[in-house]
């Protein structure tokens, strides 16, 4: 199983960038996709998450600024975010979680949102 991210860059603030997740590889249904973030010197934290019936969870920072959402026909996971600001340079990470069993979590690599003039 790869998850590969991508979308990320740098953008001013007030910009908006859309990150996706792509799960490869994966045989199984009925898995929570997830994003994550991690500023330097920072605990990676919950951004946002949808299960595979579309139920979403939000950080109360992102709410209203972020949006998720996912093609599970495509395995894949989008975050779209506007509004940014320079508290949301982080490095974005997207988790996949099944929680049944076979129960399994991977992580993808990473892509870095840098907001800044």
């Known amino acids: 199983v790869q998850v590969a991210e991508s979308g990320g860059g740098l953008v001013q603030p007030g910009g908006s960038l859309s990150l996706s997740c792509t799960v490869s590889?994966?045989?199984?249904?009925?898995?929570?996709m997830a994003w994550f973030r991690q500023a330097p010197g920072k605990q990676r934290d919950l951004v946002a998450s949808?299960?595979?019936?579309?139920?979403?969870n939000y950080a109360n920072s992102v709410k209203g600024r972020f949006t998720i959402s996912r093609d599970n026909r495509k395995n894949t996971a989008y975050l779209q975010m506007n509004s940014l600001t320079p508290e949301d340079t982080a490095v974005y990470y997207c988790?996949?979680?099944?929680?049944?069993?076979?129960?399994?979590?991977?992580w993808g690599q990473g892509t870095l949102v840098t907001v800044s003039e």
């Open positions: 590889g994966m045989i199984y249904s009925n898995f929570v």
């Open positions: 949808i299960t595979s019936g579309g139920t979403t």
């Open positions: 988790n996949i979680d099944r929680r049944i069993t076979p129960q399994f979590k991977y």
